[in-house]
């Protein structure tokens, strides 16, 4: 691995995305992004994050149109109380600030404990949960579904709502509808390295990929000989479309699990944009990338999520991200 040791992987990262950008405050001591220019005078703040591992998210979102700040916890920890808090002050303006929270046990508690300390500090909260994984309802993580690629959308969606000037209840209103309109599904080729453990989490013999995989290596629905992006694609699409079936266009995530190469995942992309069309579902904006990571695993995900205009709208407001920008 490309690292000077496990126990400082994270601080050394946080150190490079300050000499990379030096438009975000990083505070590498306490594990907290924020955008320099928070908090912004009238705008709701927006506050993510999780454990490390998943890069871009959280902290590769920070920034105008997105995210105001982002604790980053240990690899695939929950980051802890503190952090948040401090995440929370830095982004209050006044006009509170929204946490959005991956439904993962550890993060749950963690924000819920964060958002009763930032209270007795004087901001205003509130929180969207993220469940947006169809694969398998309980896993080792999670009481219920995972939050996964859907985050992405939130975090967008809700982020623009707040840089239009919106107020807390509509901007948590719409990441909620966001977060209700999403449903993603995964699929591992290979496991995933942790730095601590420097072995493989967990057995995947070559020839074979696992359906419904967790971004931290959590079983999925089923181990099959290894399929074709075609065939994939359908199951995932199926898996996603019978959950819940799109009655509009969509926003289309295919997101790389952090190994797979953009070759194979635009490839992919065609392959889900087949199976939409087959399915008579409009994709209305299509994202292709290793946004939603699982450090070296290789495999995909897909998310989609049915839009409005209004939605549709927020989705291609101008956003000036280190992982995301467009239209500034």
Avoid at 31 to 60: F, N, Y
Wanted: hydrophobic share 45%.
């Amino acid at each position: 691995m490309l690292i000077n040791t496990p126990e400082t992987v994270v601080a050394d990262a946080l150190r490079g995305m300050a000499v990379a950008h030096p438009e975000l405050r990083v505070d590498v001591e306490n594990r907290v992004v924020v955008r320099r220019d928070a908090p912004v005078a009238g705008k709701v703040g927006i506050v993510s994050g999780g454990g490390s591992g998943h890069e871009p998210l959280h902290g590769g979102f920070v920034g105008p149109g997105m995210l105001t700040a982002a604790c980053p916890g240990a690899v695939f920890t929950s980051p802890v109380p503190d952090q948040m808090v401090r995440a929370a002050l830095a982004a209050d303006s006044g006009e509170g600030v929204l946490f959005i929270v991956k439904n993962y046990t550890g993060d749950v508690l963690n924000f819920d404990m964060a958002a009763e300390l930032a209270e007795e500090e004087g901001v205003r909260l509130a929180k969207v949960l993220v469940d947006d994984d169809v694969a398998v309802t309980d896993s080792l993580f999670t009481a219920g579904r995972r939050g996964t690629g859907a985050t992405l959308f939130v975090e967008k969606i809700a982020g623009a709502a707040a840089e239009a000037g919106a107020p807390l209840e509509e901007v948590a209103a719409v990441a909620r509808r966001v977060n209700e309109s999403s449903r993603s599904f995964g699929v591992a080729l290979s496991s995933v390295t942790t730095p601590a453990k420097g072995t493989p989490n967990f057995d995947l013999p070559d020839g074979e990929l696992e359906l419904g995989i967790g971004i931290h290596g959590e079983p999925g629905r089923e181990r099959r000989p290894m399929m074709t992006s075609r065939e994939i694609a359908d199951v995932a699409l199926t898996a996603v479309v019978e959950d819940r079936p799109p009655t509009g266009p969509v926003l289309v995530l295919v997101n790389g699990m952090g190994a797979t190469p953009l070759l194979e995942l635009y490839g992919f992309a065609a392959e889900v944009g087949r199976g939409l069309a087959e399915r008579g579902i409009e994709a209305a904006r299509t994202l292709v990338g290793n946004y939603v990571t699982s450090l070296d695993m290789a495999g995909c995900s897909v998310t989609l999520c049915q839009v409005d205009e209004e939605s549709l709208r927020l989705w291609d407001a101008p956003v000036q991200t280190a992982a995301l920008r467009w239209g500034r």
